[in-house]
């Protein structure tokens, strides 16, 4: 069956730390899409990145990096120097081919990063 | 960039009450959902929606219905609300590029059930 687990409830960091964001995740399929959403205090979930099961290259954009490891059903989410603009909510989501529409979204890892 | 919106970003409605709420998005995108959010339990699919008039459910769709009579408009109904449906209510659209889907979500509408 499909799951997604994010077994970080909550974190805390001071500013300018590196703080990375654990999502494992369940599937049969062979062929999935694995997803990340940043929820701000304002409630808008924000898309970040969506990876499929054939890319297993790791992605960096800025800040952010995502490392997807098919070996250990992980993508794992690192925010290198955080900023207090980072305190949100964070969502691993997963779907899977063809009926790619259904996102499975874990349970949320809640970021506050400190000044 | 695409645009969802929702009706209302907060709204407080009494047990036995029926319930809309509206979502529109001005991308033309054909597939539009509805979803719960509940502290640790995330987000959870009500009903989504291909086209004008079609609905699916979701994966829990119980005491709710929906609506699409155009396509830019998607609408979330609760005949009559209870208190357990007090929750973060999220409309998302569905955007394809490049071969590659991604659903796009509105700012949320947070509901009271007193």
């Known amino acids: 069956a499909q799951k997604v687990t994010q077994a970080q409830t909550e974190i805390s960091v001071v500013e300018k730390e590196d703080v990375t964001l654990d999502c494992v995740y369940e599937t049969r399929d062979t062929t999935y899409y694995l997803f990340w959403y940043k929820q701000p205090p304002s409630g808008e979930l924000v898309f970040l990145i969506r990876?499929?099961?054939?890319?297993?290259q790791n992605e960096i954009s800025g800040r952010y990096s995502w490392n997807f490891q098919k070996s250990t059903s992980s993508f794992n989410f690192t925010i290198t120097a955080s900023q207090v603009v980072d305190s949100a909510v964070y969502f691993c989501a997963l779907s899977e081919a063809p009926n790619t529409d259904k996102l499975i979204f874990g349970t949320g890892t809640r970021l506050q990063v400190f000044p | 960039d695409v645009k969802v919106t929702q009706s209302s970003r907060y709204l407080v409605k009494r047990t036995g009450e029926k319930v809309f709420l509206e979502c529109v998005q001005d991308?033309?995108?054909?597939?539009m959902f509805w979803y719960r959010q509940d502290p640790g339990l995330g987000l959870r699919l009500i009903y989504f929606?291909?086209?004008?008039?079609?609905?699916e459910k979701g994966d829990i769709p119980e005491g709710y219905s929906v609506s699409r009579e155009k396509k830019e408009r998607f609408s979330l109904i609760l005949e009559s609300a209870s208190t357990n449906q007090t929750s973060m209510y999220l409309c998302a659209s569905r955007w394809t590029v490049f071969g590659q889907e991604t659903q796009y979500f509105g700012p949320g509408t947070r509901l009271l059930v007193l």
């Open positions: 990876r499929n099961s054939f890319d297993e």
């Open positions: 929606s291909y086209d004008v008039k079609m609905k």
């Open positions: 991308m033309d995108h054909e597939n």
